[in-house]
């Protein structure tokens, strides 16, 4: 709340300060009109002579007005196309690196999704690899398991036989 009050401050004596200054050149410019105009009035001329210096020195002012604010339309357009330039370009900058970050995500989502099929192809192919091998040792293990009990009937049937 201070910092703001100390702004609103701040920039109203900026205002002021401002103010001052267009004050100050508006005194000028009427004073040295006014001098001039008074100058002519009171020179030692003839009222067709002064008449012809007041058209003349209004015809120059008139002249300095338009050829400043020619000169000021120039400025203005210049620095309006220098801005659509500059913007045209910063906007095209963008534009690029948009893109580029748009292509950057898509191959790195391909590349996800590369690593992602390689990952399950190598794992199917450990599980049937895994269930292969359960089979196999299942086979391996039945018949061994198999032959042991033929092999412990065979005893008992002899055992049988000896007593």
């Known amino acids: 709340m201070l910092k703001s009050m ?3 401050k701040k920039k109203e004596q900026q205002r002021k300060k401002r103010q001052e200054k ?22 030692p001329k003839s009222g067709k002579e002064t008449r012809g210096d007041i058209k003349k020195a209004a015809k120059e002012l008139n002249d300095g007005v338009k ?3 020619q000169e000021l339309g120039e400025n203005i357009k210049t620095k309006t196309g220098d801005f659509k330039s500059k913007s ?3 906007k095209s ?5 948009f893109q580029n970050s748009k292509d950057i995500a898509e191959e790195t989502a391909e590349e996800i ?3 992602v099929k390689d990952c399950t192809e190598e794992t199917e192919k450990a599980v049937e690899d895994t269930k292969t091998e359960a089979k196999a040792n299942y086979r391996e ?10 092999e412990k009937k065979d005893e008992a049937g002899q055992k049988k036989c000896e007593k």
């Open 6 to 8: 100390l702004e609103k």
């Open 22 to 43: 267009i004050r100050s050149i508006t005194n000028v410019l009427v004073g040295t009109a006014a001098g001039a105009t008074a100058g002519m009035l009171l020179a």
């Open 67 to 69: 050829d400043r604010a």
């Open 88 to 90: 045209a370009e910063v």
């Open 93 to 97: 900058k963008i534009k690029e690196k």
């Open 113 to 115: 999704k590369d690593v």
């Open 141 to 150: 293990a039945k018949s061994k398991i198999k032959d042991y009990v033929e």
